[in-house]
């Protein structure tokens, strides 16, 4: 009987076995990826070691630092992050960073300028709130005036101790007409009349920086003159106006990061 079929098979099953033993990395399980296949973020809850995550942050942190260039933390409402801080980076040789959330009103911000503005270790930060604080009609995100001045103020500060600078920004126009479509008309006039009440809100962050001495983008002169700023729901900008505004600050913040800190920006 010719037993060499038979021996050259167990020959081959013995190399093949060393073979398995002595790779690093064996053979790919069956839930491994194909190569060049990227997967999504595995939750934070997977297992991911929290140092690692913070590492990863931190590099985040510090690219813009290693190219040379300052970072800017555009920190507001929904008029920030309808996205002038895009605009904002394709003008100035900056990293640009959104902190705009929809709805939200000074107070709202003041919580969370720990975890969203001052996270980032931010050069400048550019600050734009009032839209949602004289909701007059919404308890929600109603700020009254006072109050608003002293948030305003806290962000200053709290910049400030922390070695960032800031642009502070009037609120932009609203169109009366088209808010009261969908807004109640009485409780602003119960404090004067909506003219009257944007009016003190602007005039508290123009106080504010001046008593802080930081440079004040008067966007609601500013933007008056550019009706076209506004889209058609009457509060929020247009493309165009995303990119105006983009304009009047980026004004003021190549004065702060080229060391012509002090006052109201270019008109």
């Known amino acids: 009987m010719d037993f060499r079929p038979a021996l050259l098979t167990l020959i081959h099953r013995v190399f093949f076995g060393i073979l398995l033993i002595a790779s690093p990395c064996g053979f790919a399980d069956e839930a491994s990826p194909p190569p060049n296949v990227v997967l999504a973020d595995a939750p934070k809850s997977a297992g991911v070691p929290k140092a690692r995550c913070q590492k990863t942050k931190a590099l985040h942190r510090t690219a813009a630092a290693q ?110 007409q088209k808010f009261f479509t969908r807004h109640e008309r009485e409780p602003f006039a119960a404090l004067g009349g909506f003219s009257s009440v944007v009016q003190r809100y602007c005039n508290a962050a123009r106080e504010v920086a001046s008593e802080h001495d930081v440079p004040l983008v008067d966007l609601n002169r500013l933007l008056a003159k550019q009706p076209e700023w506004l889209s058609q729901d009457g509060v929020h900008p247009s493309e165009t106006g995303t990119r105006l505004i983009a304009e009047h600050i980026a004004k003021a913040v190549q004065a702060v990061i080229g060391g012509e800190s002090i006052g109201t920006a270019p008109q």
């Not at 969203?116 to 839209?131: E, Q």
């Not at 909701?135 to 962000?155: C, G, H």
Request: hydrophobic share 40%; net charge negative; charged share 25%.
């Open 67 to 176: 190219a040379g260039r300052a970072k800017v933390v555009c920190f507001g409402d929904s008029i920030t992050n309808r996205g002038y801080f895009k605009v904002l980076e394709e003008l100035l040789d900056i990293e640009s960073i959104n902190a705009g959330k929809g709805g939200h009103s000074s107070a709202m911000g003041l919580r969370r300028l720990q975890s969203d503005v001052m996270v980032h270790d931010p050069d400048l930060v550019v600050v734009m709130f009032g839209t949602n604080d004289l909701r007059a009609d919404s308890e929600r995100v109603f700020v009254p005036v006072d109050k608003y001045k002293e948030n305003l103020q806290a962000i200053m500060t709290s910049c400030r101790e922390h070695g960032s600078k800031v642009v502070l920004c009037t609120l932009p126009p609203i169109n009366e």
